[in-house]
C-alpha cells in the first residue's frame, strides 16, 4: 500500500491530514494538521486526495488569497494614525500654507473620485512606503488587489479630511466656552 505524503498516522493508528501552508517572512514553515477519523488507510487516501484537491483550488484562487479585509483595514488604520500625528506635529510647529491647503483638497477630492470608480489605479497613493512599513508582501499585495488600493485610498482621503479640518481650526478663533479660571474675570465686563 502506497500512502499518500498528506497522511501521517498517529500512534493509536487514526490517521491525520497535513497541509503545508505558505511560509511567512522569518516564521518556520507551519502545517495544518487535521483527524480524518479513521483507521483505514484506503478511507484515509481517499479524504487526503480530496482534502488536498481542496487545499491546491485555494491556493489558486486568486480572490481566497491574500489579506483578510479585517487585515487590510488594520494595517490601513495603523498607518495613517502615524501619518496623522506627524502632520498634525508640522501643523502645530509649523502650520500650513495656503497652497498647501489647496493641494490637499485637490487631493482628497481625487481620492474621492477614484474610490468612487473603485479603482487600483496607485496615484497619489504611498504603496511602497505603505508595504515596507507594514511589512506586506508583493505576493500578497497583489493577491489582495483591488480592495487594498481601496481602502488604501479610503485612510488616505479620511487622514487627509481631519489634516483640513486641524488647519481649519488653527485659522479661526472660537469665543464659545471660556475656560472656568477666567469666568469671574470676565463677569464684570458684562
Known amino acids: 500500500m502506497m500512502m499518500s505524503s498528506y497522511l501521517s498516522p498517529s500512534r493509536h493508528g487514526i490517521f491525520y491530514f497535513r497541509w503545508p501552508l505558505p511560509a511567512l517572512k ?7 494538521r487535521l483527524s480524518l477519523r479513521t483507521r483505514c488507510p484506503d478511507r484515509a487516501g481517499d479524504l487526503s486526495r480530496h482534502l488536498a484537491s481542496c487545499g491546491r483550488l485555494i491556493q489558486e484562487n486568486k480572490t481566497l488569497a491574500g489579506l483578510r479585509q479585517d487585515e487590510i483595514r488594520e494595517k490601513v488604520q495603523a498607518y495613517f494614525k502615524a501619518q496623522l500625528d506627524q502632520y498634525m506635529d508640522w501643523l502645530d510647529r ?7 491647503l489647496v493641494d490637499v483638497r485637490e487631493e482628497m477630492l481625487d481620492h ?4 468612487d470608480m473603485e479603482t487600483a489605479h496607485p496615484q497619489w497613493l504611498p504603496v511602497a512606503r505603505f508595504k515596507r512599513k507594514m511589512e506586506i508582501s508583493d505576493a500578497d499585495w497583489d493577491a489582495s488587489q483591488p480592495r487594498a488600493t481601496i ?15 486641524a488647519a ?21 465686563f458684562c
Open 94 to 100: 509649523r502650520g500650513l500654507s495656503k497652497n498647501a
Open 168 to 188: 481649519e481650526r488653527l485659522e479661526h478663533y472660537s469665543y464659545d466656552e471660556a475656560p472656568p479660571s477666567l469666568l469671574p474675570l470676565l463677569q464684570p
Open 151 to 165: 481602502e488604501l485610498r479610503k485612510g488616505r482621503r479620511d487622514m487627509l479630511r481631519r489634516v483640513l479640518e
Open 112 to 115: 474621492e473620485t477614484y474610490v
Open 26 to 32: 522569518g516564521d518556520p514553515r507551519r502545517t495544518i
